[in-house]
């Protein structure tokens, strides 16, 4: 169980609760990632891979949650474009390999 951040007795406590939760949040990045990657055998061509519009509002949406949990919508929304344009990139490649394209 991880403690609350007002009962962390020392800063190895804190450092170690961070850790943890970094660590949960890589491994949800990583189920993100699957799911992406499932998602290029829906696509019919890489214009729908980028889905520019769907990346459009889901940047705004990230910015909404970001207002929400008291964070900085900017640096939120920097966040999710490099990962999603990672994921993009990463998505590209797997339609092409399932489409039989180099």
Same mark, same amino acid.
């Given at each position: 169980?991880?403690?609350?951040?007002?009962?962390?007795?020392?800063? #190895?406590?804190?450092?170690?609760?961070? #850790? *943890?939760?970094?660590?949960?949040?890589?491994?949800?990045?990583?189920?993100?990632?699957? &799911?992406?990657?499932?998602?290029?055998?829906?696509? =019919?061509? %890489? %214009? *729908?891979?980028?889905?520019?519009?769907?990346?459009?509002?889901?940047?705004?949406? +990230? +910015?909404?949650?970001? +207002?929400? %949990?008291? =964070?900085?919508?900017?640096?939120?929304? $920097?966040? &999710? +474009? #490099?990962?999603?344009? &990672?994921?993009?990139?990463?998505?590209? $490649?797997?339609?092409?390999? %399932?489409?039989?394209?180099?």
């Amino acid at each position: 169980m991880i403690s609350s951040p007002e009962s962390c007795k020392n800063i #190895d406590e804190i450092r170690s609760v961070i #850790d *943890a939760i970094d660590l949960q949040v890589i491994q949800l990045i990583g189920k993100r990632f699957k &799911y992406v990657k499932a998602a290029s055998k829906f696509k =019919l061509n %890489e %214009e *729908a891979v980028k889905a520019p519009e769907r990346f459009k509002n889901m940047l705004l949406k +990230r +910015r909404d949650w970001a +207002r929400i %949990e008291g =964070l900085n919508p900017d640096v939120i929304e $920097k966040v &999710y +474009r #490099d990962l999603v344009n &990672y994921f993009i990139s990463e998505e590209i $490649k797997n339609w092409n390999t %399932e489409n039989g394209n180099k």
